[in-house]
């Protein structure tokens, strides 16, 4: 009986941890309860960010769509050097809350939860609870006002106080898609809560 070789079994063992820890996107991102019974365990961290910071689901969840699509690796696409040579990238943002380096370090000090990964969603959903739960002591947003805490996730809560989103029209229209989507989101999710607060193995 032959053995593989170690470099082999070295290289067969990355490849494996590579693909192994690549999480799809949901497929229907526009019913929650479609994107719950997908994820089967994506429930449970959102219930546990929202415990944990008073920020209802649909908001949160609405937010990280409208941030990453829910892309576990997402990163802000590069910039162009004379119109066609990539470039750096605008930001460090990364993940499925597209944190950056800085906000995510001061969420791992506030909140206590170090060690947190930005490709990891229990993580990722706790830190746009968290960050929700900071505008409304920093910014007196209401938990459920998605389109101003929307405003606040992307302006940071120096540039809302300033009101610096009245500059940018394209924002305000973003921030009332997220805020229309996160109405949605918590129509359909009255709908399969208590289905979804069943056993795990009922999705099998």
């Not at 009986?1 to 693909?19: D, E, G, Y």
């Not at 649909?58 to 910039?79: C, D, G, L, N, Y």
């Not at 969420?107 to 968290?130: K, L, Q, T």
Request: charged residues 25%; hydrophobic residues 35%; proline residues 6%.
């Amino acid at each position: 009986m032959k053995f593989i070789s170690h470099p082999l079994l070295a290289l067969l063992a990355v490849i494996l941890l590579t693909t192994g820890c690549t999480v799809s996107p949901p497929k229907n991102q526009d019913n929650l309860c479609e994107i719950f019974r997908e994820k089967d365990d994506w429930y449970d961290a959102a219930a546990d960010a929202r415990d944990n910071w008073n920020s209802p689901i649909p908001v949160m969840m609405a937010i990280m769509h409208q941030e990453s699509r829910f892309k576990q690796k997402a990163k802000p696409p590069r910039t162009k050097i004379l119109g066609f040579i990539p470039g750096p990238r605008p930001s460090s943002a990364y993940g499925y809350s597209q944190a950056k380096d800085g906000t995510w370090d001061w969420y791992m000090r506030s909140s206590g939860n170090y060690g947190a990964d930005r490709d990891d969603f229990d993580d990722a959903i706790d830190f746009v609870g968290w960050y929700n739960h900071t505008s409304r002591k920093k910014s007196y947003i209401k938990p459920n006002d998605t389109y101003n805490l929307y405003l606040a996730y992307h302006e940071g809560h120096g540039g809302f106080n300033r009101r610096t989103f009245k500059k940018k029209p394209w924002l305000t229209k973003v921030a009332k898609k997220v805020s229309a989507r996160s109405r949605r989101y918590a129509s359909q999710l009255a709908k399969c809560e208590e289905e979804l607060k069943g056993p795990w193995w009922q999705f099998w």
